[in-house]
């Protein structure tokens, strides 16, 4: 089966920076998708990566290490409305998926509650 | 205007009728997708449609049917509503066929329905 393991939760300050670390054992690899998600609301796309290294996007970056099975996201300068989950998405070739669609396996997600 | 629209936003019905969630988008994508997610379970995969004419069956498909009555639109049915369906249900969309420009299958989500069983 494909497991991702996020940390649940995490506190930082208004500011300051965060890493909101990811793990995944999944049979096989395509890539990898970070989404950020305020309570009751819809998932929405922050970052993806499908090669090893760091993409960076403004604030937001994203590290993939493929051999170790490991991403993070870094949130810069955090802002109060940067509370919010983070949800680690690995996608994995079809044939491999077990059941998805082109296997996108969503972690349990990371609340990442900011104080001032 | 939302790209991926999902109607009710909210319902509450009783055990054993039958409900019908509906979701549709203007994005022109080929992929579309329902899941639900519910604390400390997250994000859980229920269907897929590839197109029209494909339907997937997901990690929890048990209790749920599902229809893609045109690219456009894709419905989610509860043919017999049971408490432990209550949660909260989104419809996702992706683009394989590149139709955005985007062959990476980023699935970008509706606003959910939150449903509740008593």
């Known amino acids: 089966g494909q497991n991702i393991d996020q940390p649940t939760e995490m506190t930082a300050t208004e500011g300051a920076i965060v890493q909101i670390n990811c793990t995944y054992q999944?049979?096989?690899?395509?890539?990898l998708f970070w989404y950020q998600q305020h309570a009751g609301e819809a998932p929405t796309f922050l970052s993806y990566?499908?090669?090893?290294g760091l993409e960076e996007k403004g604030r937001f970056s994203s590290f993939l290490s493929r051999s170790k099975g490991y991403s993070y996201l870094l949130l810069k300068e955090l802002q109060m409305k940067d509370s919010a989950s983070y949800l680690c998405?690995?996608?994995?070739?079809?044939?491999?998926?077990?059941?998805?669609?082109?296997?996108?396996?969503f972690g349990k997600g990371t609340h990442l509650i900011i104080q001032p | 205007d939302a790209d991926v629209t999902q109607t009710p936003r909210n319902r509450i019905t009783k055990t054993g009728k039958r409900i019908m969630l509906e979701c549709s988008q203007t994005?022109?994508?080929?992929?579309m997708y329902w899941y639900r997610q519910d604390p400390g379970l997250g994000l859980r995969l229920i269907y897929y449609?590839?197109?029209?004419?494909?339907?997937n069956k997901g990690e929890i498909s048990d209790g749920y049917s599902v229809s893609r009555q045109a690219q456009a639109k894709f419905s989610l049915s509860l043919e017999s509503a049971i408490p432990n369906q209550t949660a909260l249900y989104f419809c996702?969309?992706?683009?394989?066929?590149?139709?955005?420009?985007?062959?990476?299958?980023?699935?970008?989500f509706g606003p959910g329905t939150r449903l509740t069983v008593l």
């Open positions: 998405a690995v996608t994995t070739p079809e044939a491999d998926s077990g059941g998805g669609a082109d296997g996108l396996t």
């Open positions: 999944t049979s096989g690899f395509n890539g």
């Open positions: 994005k022109g994508h080929d992929r």
């Open positions: 996702a969309t992706s683009d394989l066929a590149g139709v955005s420009g985007d062959y990476t299958d980023t699935q970008y």
């Open positions: 990566n499908v090669l090893d």
């Open positions: 449609s590839f197109d029209v004419k494909d339907i």
